[in-house]
């Protein structure tokens, strides 16, 4: 028996297939969570992949926070359900205010896809205690839209609560303030991060393994609060 | 009939890249002196019969949710003459 990770597909999602198949080779069952069923199936975590969920219409994630899957996510997200949105769904977490700030586009405007290096700064997140603080990985990252932005204050709470979960190195490849590619809420359960740990699970298609670690740690979390 | 137009614009303090490759591209096309470009959005709403207040405020609500996001944007909500 292991814990059963949803992954929602909304009409335009690019990476549930890959978020399915991270859960997988993690050691956890995968189960489909589709965009219109307001009905979780009695999932332990959620996954909210990256795309371009609507066709990134109106703003990325504006139209998909609607969606009727998202009401009932954000009501076990408050109660204490693990979420991780990846890209598209860091910024349907933004935009449903289980996170703080907003995604604005790239500062460069360009479309950015490359082998990201990125520090783990908070490894007490339900999605990141595998790691150890300050490790250095490489995933890809890409976006048209991952600038992440909120006000001065947002920010200082953010980096004072150790709420900031990975940041940009060598390079900010889109404008995000002081260099953040991932954040978590106040409880540590809900994590968004640009780029793309799903994409990284196996050495022959990823540039590392480096992005197993968000799976495996939500996997171990669960299976240590005996909620299965 | 009722029509309403919504401005959805970034807050100042927004970095606006878009705008600022409009305002590079408006230099090379001859316009001197552009010292700032801000784009936006509007959304142009036309509803049967007249405005009552229950869609006013659906209307405000729904401007302040859908519409834009606060955390980045400001909106303005302008009601034209029934036409």
């Given amino acids: 028996m292991t814990a059963r990770i949803g992954v929602v597909t909304f009409p335009g999602s690019l990476d549930d297939g890959d978020a399915r198949r991270a859960v997988r080779v993690a050691g956890g069952e995968s189960v489909a969570l589709w965009h219109g069923d307001a009905d979780l199936k009695g999932v332990d975590a959620v996954v909210l992949p990256g795309g371009f969920s609507y066709g990134d219409y109106l703003r990325c994630g504006a139209i998909a926070r609607f969606a009727p899957v998202m009401s009932v996510i954000v009501e076990a997200a408050r109660e204490g359900m693990p979420v991780l949105g990846i890209c598209n769904g860091f910024q349907i977490l933004c935009e449903s205010h289980l996170l703080p700030g907003a995604l604005t586009r790239n500062d460069s405007l360009h479309f950015v896809c490359r082998d990201q290096r990125l520090r783990i700064e908070s490894p007490s997140t339900a999605w990141t205690s595998q790691y150890v603080h300050g490790q250095e990985i490489v995933i890809p990252l890409k976006n048209g839209e991952g600038g992440y932005v909120a006000d001065e204050r947002t920010l200082d709470e953010l980096e004072g609560d150790g709420r900031v979960v990975a940041r940009y190195l060598d390079i900010n490849p889109n404008g995000s303030r002081r260099n953040i590619a991932g954040i978590c809420n106040e409880a540590g359960n809900v994590v968004g991060l640009m780029p793309h740990p799903e994409h990284a699970v196996e050495d022959l298609t990823g540039p590392s393994t480096d992005g197993l670690g968000f799976f495996a740690s939500v996997l171990s979390l669960l299976v240590a609060v005996g909620s299965l | ?83």
């Fill in chain 2, 1 to 83: 009939m009722a029509r309403v137009v919504v401005d959805v614009t970034l807050k100042p303090e927004i970095l606006d890249p878009q705008g600022r490759a409009v305002q590079g591209a408006l230099g090379r096309l001859g316009l001197a002196g552009v010292t700032s470009v801000r784009q936006g959005k509007q959304f142009v709403i036309e509803l049967e019969g007249d405005l009552d207040a229950d869609r006013r405020a659906s209307l405000d609500e729904l401007a302040a949710t859908l519409l834009s996001n606060p955390v980045i944007e400001d909106f303005t909500l302008t009601v034209e003459d029934a036409g």
